[in-house]
Structure formats: C-alpha cells, structure tokens
C-alpha cells in the first residue's frame, strides 16, 4: 500500500511490519510487543504523539454526532479559515485525504490558471501521471530521474510534460524554463534535506512571476515542523499555492491545496470533486491538532528536539570513532557514515535497534513524545550500536545480517 512501510525497506525478515495499538511514541505489535518509536513516526503524521488524547476526543464527538451526511461538514469551512490565517499571501482552501491527490489537484487547478500543461518540478510529489510522466522520458535510464518509480501504466503520451529540476540551481531553471515555454507551473518543496542558497526561492518567485507560471510549494512533509504552518512562512517566500498533508491530521487523513483566489478560483472551470472529501473527521482532527499544536507550542519544540538529536548522533559517533554526517530539517533528522557502505549502516541499525525495543535507523521525525527520557535511553541503545559498527567492517557487519539488506528506496531530488 505504501512503498515507504513495506518490511523490506527496514528489516528484511524482521521487521514487525503490522501494529496493535499505539500510544505517545509507543506502538505494539500483533504478538503484543512494545517498540519505542525513534524512526519515522508514522511516516511523519504524528508531531503530537500517536493517539494525541484531544485529536482522538473530537474525533469521538463526531462519531457520535454523524460523519457525514447530505449536507455539508461546517468543520472544512473553520479549516478553510484557520489556514488562510495561518497564511496570509493566501485566499482560499481545498481539502483531500492524501498528499498525493492534494498535489494533483494543486496541478490540476495550476494548468486551469495558466493555460499551460508542462510542470517544471523538484523533489518528491506522490503518484498521479503527472508527475511519474517525468519517467517516460525516451532514454528511460538516463531519465529515471528518480530511481524505483517505475511510470508503467502512465500514459506515454505524457512523455514531455513533467521537467524535473535541481534544487538550488536557478539558472538550470531559468533555461528549463526559456526551453519549454509550455511550462506553467512550477511545483517543489520549499526546502527538503538542504538549505536554500541565498536568493534561491526569490529567484524561483521571481522567475515565476516573468513568465506568468503559478508557483506551488509543496508543504505535504515540511508543513508544520517550524513554523506553525508552511516552512515558507520562515523562509519569506510567498507561492501562488501550497498543499499540506502528513501532520495536518496528526495521523487522520485530511490535507489541503490553499492559494490565492486569483489562481484558485480556475478550479471552478474544472471537474474537482470527491464524496469523502466532505467527511467530517478528517477537518476535525486538523482544527484539534492545529489547537494542540499551538498549545503546546509543537512545530517549535520538535525543531529543538531534532536540533539536539542532531547534535547528539555527532557526540556519539565521535566518541565511537565513527566520523558521521547529519542531514535534514531538524525534525525531519537523517544520519549518514560516509565511508561506510549505506544499506548496510542502514539495516544493521535497524536490526541491532529493533534488539533493544525500537524502531529507529538513519532517519529520526522528532515528535513531542519524544521526551528527554526516552531519549535518553534511545542514545543509550544508538551508543552501543555505533562502537559495534566502528569494531566491524562493512563485510562483518553484513554477515551478522543473513536475511540480507534493506531495499533502498527512491532518491529525492531536493
Ligand atoms: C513532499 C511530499 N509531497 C507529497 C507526498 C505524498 O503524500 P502521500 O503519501 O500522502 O500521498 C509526500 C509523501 O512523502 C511528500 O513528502
């Protein structure tokens, strides 16, 4: 169902792979087995905790006043608002249920506004046609630009509509965007794994300004982890749209394209309509979590626990001998050991941690259920397994791991 929880990514064999119930950064298996979740928290929805006491009770009330019915969930209404104040630049909202389908509507609503069908894109944005199109390109290898996204059943001829560019680099924008006029929109992520250079995301405003293109930031991972709303917000660049989805819900299935109305009003000439999308706990859970999120001042402290989860993975690396380098946004923290062999740094994390009660690898989305003891004792456990690693080759290490390696996953373009 989802690439990014198949077993095989983490522990080929070993994996737990299905839960029972979860509480805070707790979650049990089916044969009733405790993990301390230090990985990735839900593939990064749950910022508060799983089963958030305040998400979950307003979730009740509306089980118990009604879901959905013929008439209209006044809750999308309050979203719709709550998010427009949270972004100032924007004047209207849409919801989904998944990142993906909020980012082709994005497009949808993006190509309506300009008249223009070709995407110049960056990063990571789900799985509709538009934009695996960007794998149809004629030398497939060379192409495959995103490694593991196989585009079979995309229609070839969308071949040519989707451009990938890197992050960082505007003048390869620039000139993608002087060699296909076609292009109308230009959909990234603010900021993923690295910094944006100095004049970056203005340059990108600003060319897509001049060449009437709407500029969509995705926000569906980076939304919410600092500030309380879209990264842009710190960043000082405002897009045309931005979509939400992971932490919106706190782990309910709601996200959301807002935008100003100029652009967002194009989605009235276009068919953009789903029965589910008006159900009621998806925008229930949001406007609790958005509440939670604000009281407990949440963006910002797992910013700060992924600042020091960072700094900590260094202090225990260099104590073990092992030189490590961190990456990411703090609360969306990853590991590497350059010159060691990656999958297999990878999965023996994975299985030495996974010993211990955790589920945790390379990868740490900080949530405020990690508090200073659970961490404590997940360093505790993280130490031991990097003075194996700096003991051992890469070889050794791999020997110890007869199921073999975690299959790797697709790379990022950001
Ligand atoms: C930036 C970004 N956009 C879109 C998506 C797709 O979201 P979903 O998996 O909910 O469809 C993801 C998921 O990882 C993402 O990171």
Redesign the pocket.
């Known amino acids: 169902m989802?690439l990014s929880k198949r077993a095989e990514m983490y522990l080929p064999q070993g994996w737990p792979a299905y839960f029972d119930r979860t509480d805070g950064c707790q979650v049990w298996d089916l044969d009733g087995n405790r993990f301390l979740d230090l990985g990735f928290m839900g593939?990064g929805t749950n910022i508060l905790g799983y089963s958030d006491p305040a998400v979950d009770a307003a979730v009740r009330e509306v089980i118990d006043k009604g879901n959905l019915s013929t008439l209209n969930a006044p809750e999308e209404v309050f979203l719709a608002e709550r998010l427009v104040g949270l972004h100032p630049w924007a004047e209207m909202a849409r919801f989904a249920r998944?990142?993906?389908?909020a980012?082709a509507i994005a497009v949808r609503i993006a190509r309506a506004a300009s008249g223009r069908d070709e995407v110049a894109f960056c990063?990571?944005?789900?799985?509709h046609d538009w934009y695996l199109a960007a794998n149809l390109a004629a030398d497939a290898l060379d192409g495959h630009l995103l490694p593991g996204l196989e585009p079979a059943g995309v229609p070839r001829s969308l071949a040519g509509t989707s451009h990938p560019f890197a992050y960082n680099d505007l003048p390869a924008l620039e000139t993608l965007l002087s060699e296909h006029p076609g292009i109308g929109t230009i959909f990234m992520?603010p900021q993923r794994s690295t910094p944006p250079k100095a004049g970056f995301l203005e340059g990108v405003r600003e060319l897509a300004t001049r060449h009437g293109a709407v500029l969509i930031f995705?926000e569906?991972?980076s939304g919410f982890r600092r500030p309380l709303g879209g990264l842009h917000l710190d960043l000082g660049v405002n897009p045309d749209m931005a979509?939400f989805?992971?932490t919106l819900g706190n782990g309910y299935a709601i996200?959301a394209i807002i935008g100003r109305s100029e652009v967002m009003q194009a989605a009235q000439q276009s068919f953009i309509s789903s029965t589910f999308w008006t159900e009621r706990i998806g925008p229930t859970a949001a406007l609790a979590a958005l509440a939670a999120m604000e009281a407990e001042d949440a963006p910002d402290r797992i910013h700060h626990i992924g600042d020091a989860v960072q700094r900590t993975w260094q202090e225990i690396a260099t104590s073990a001998g092992l030189s490590l380098t961190v990456g990411g946004l703090p609360a969306l923290a990853s590991f590497t050991i350059p010159d060691r062999d990656a999958p297999t740094i990878k999965t023996f994390v994975t299985s030495r941690m996974l010993d211990q009660g955790f589920l945790a690898g390379p990868n740490l989305y900080t949530s405020i259920a990690h508090t200073p003891d659970i961490l404590d004792e997940y360093f505790v456990a993280l130490r031991s397994v990097f003075e194996e690693i700096a003991a051992n080759d890469d070889d050794e290490l791999r020997k110890q791991l007869p199921d073999g390696l975690a299959q790797s996953g697709f790379r990022r373009l950001t």
Do not use: I, N, P
């Not at 990063?123 to 799985?127: D, L, N, S």
């Open positions: 989802l593939v998944s990142g993906g389908e980012c990063g990571y944005h789900g799985w992520e995705d569906c991972t979509t989805g992971k996200t």
